[in-house]
C-alpha cells in the first residue's frame, strides 16, 4: 500500500487542474440572444442552398498488408 502513496499527489493535481479548466471554460459559454438566434435560424433557412463541396475522388480499398495470389481454376 505504502508504494501507491507516490500516485497520490499527481492524482491531487490533476483533478484541481481538471476543476480548474472546466471553471474557466463555462465563462466562453454565454447565452445567445434569442432575437438574434431566431434571426440566425430564419436566415439560415431562407439561403436553402447546400454548401458546394466537391465530391471525393473514388479511392481503391487500401492494402491490409497481407498478400493474396489469385486462385487457379483447374483445367
Known amino acids: ?3 501507491l502513496l507516490w500516485l497520490v499527489p499527481p492524482a491531487v493535481v490533476t483533478v484541481v487542474a481538471m476543476a480548474w479548466v472546466s471553471w474557466l471554460g ?3 459559454r454565454g447565452e445567445v440572444d434569442r432575437e438574434v438566434a431566431v434571426r440566425r435560424m430564419g436566415a439560415a433557412i431562407e439561403r436553402g442552398d447546400r454548401p458546394a463541396y466537391a465530391a471525393r ?3 481503391p480499398d487500401r ?3 497481407v498478400a493474396v495470389r489469385p486462385s487457379r481454376r483447374a483445367s
Do not use: A, K, L, V
Request: aromatic share 0%.
Open 63 to 65: 492494402s491490409t498488408g
Open 57 to 59: 475522388p473514388h479511392q
Open 26 to 28: 463555462r465563462e466562453g
Open 1 to 3: 500500500m505504502e508504494i
